[in-house]
């Protein structure tokens, strides 16, 4: 077995795709799942050895869920230039893996790499090819997008280590670009996450920045000498950022952020540079890597008051946790409540799902076998739901020891489990996924 840690144990690939129909359910789906998860994930396809965790092609695996039936599983991988033998970069936009994060917006699924076009798929998971938005985008595009809840517009950006290093983008429900405008004075760092609140966009410049000295499979590397900062932009008029000092740091994956009384509040699990290095090794498959891909990353909290330069910071917690997730009808508002995976254990095995209560301070646990590793929890609101938690999380919860693999639906509002469906195969640790219900697509 190799020793590379992104492509052994848990994360280690499928080499093939498959379908299954009419899955075996234990306890009951909720009968507002009807659509489809959808989750992707690195997974090099057969005598491919990645230089790194996130250059692996990406595979798409869904569930079709309708009228309390786990109608269909299948995987596929989004057949890009780069699954087919292409060569990587060139300015070729289309040479992704696609491997990071898979959407809906207006109706088009869309699997995401940050360095590269959006690929579209159908609801069959089939590829359809790269996606520009009807030639509106002529560049990359993150794989975190932020769709508001409220205006249905879609967020985005595309970040380079060479000027302009960041151009922000908006896409109207329908999918059309609106906006597209150079954002000055941000750096050439590793801008994998940003937040939208209601009125503003906040830009995460810390640091890791562009490295072209790095060995490690991504030219990015931490910087003590690189001044790290938060912006906060408004979101109409002019793209004029009101920039924050901040704690060296690095923040990948934002849970939130939002207004109070004039400031704003950032949330997400925070880097120090042991951490970062760290659990980099895991990623680039360096000797004395860790077992699992996060170590030292804890929740933060970062509050941003127009009336000083520097924010003002504090620890949320000190458990390791990373893949946050909220309620996303809240989304750029006040949320009481946020979920993320969790490393209890601190090895490979010992996974959890988190859910954190802002009001109270308290955090819970979901409960399980030590071999139950969980992948990111995604929200879905209940039907005619009141409160915030009011919902479920669901997620593919792997079996390391017997080699299976589990789709769980959990009480979002007390992590209990209400329905399993038993998946055909094991399914690799991945990275980002989306429910899809029927009436978007």
Known sequence: MTSLPYISDHYAPVAEERTARELRVRGTLPKELEGRYLRNGHNPKPGVTPTHWFKGSGMIHGLRLREGRAEWYRNRWVRTPLLEGAPEGHGDLTASVAGTHVIEHSGRLLALQEANLPFEIDAELNTVGAYDFGGKLKTNMTAHPKEDPVTGELHFFAYSPFPPHLIYYVASPRGEITRQEIVEGAGPSLMHDFAITENFVVWIDMSVIFDAAETGGLPYRWHDDYAPRIGVMPRTGRAEVTWHAVEPGVLLHVTNAYEDNGRIVLDGPCFDRG???????????????????????????????????????????????????????????????????????????????????????????????????????????????????????????????????????????????????????????????????????
């Open 275 to 441: 951490a970062w290095e760290t659990s980099s090794k895991f990623w680039a498959g360096r000797p004395a890597h860790p077992e699992t891909p996060a170590v030292g990353i804890r929740q933060h909290r970062w509050i941003l008051d127009p009336a000083a330069t520097i924010a003002k910071e504090e620890a949320v917690d000190d458990l390791v946790v990373d893949f946050p997730a909220i309620n996303n009808q809240v989304l750029g508002r006040p949320n009481r409540y946020g979920y993320a995976v969790a490393f209890p254990g601190g090895g490979l095995h010992r996974h959890g799902i988190v859910k954190y209560d802002n009001h109270s301070g308290a955090r819970s646990l979901t409960s399980g076998d030590e071999h139950h590793i969980p992948g990111e929890a995604v929200f879905v609101p209940a039907e005619n739901g009141t409160a915030e938690d009011d919902g479920y999380l669901l997620t593919i919860v792997s079996d390391t020891r017997r080699h299976t693999s589990e789709f769980i639906v959990y009480d979002a509002s007390t992590l209990d489990t209400v329905a399993t469906v038993e998946l055909p195969h094991r399914v690799p640790g991945g990275i980002h996924g989306s429910w899809i219900p029927d009436a978007d697509l």
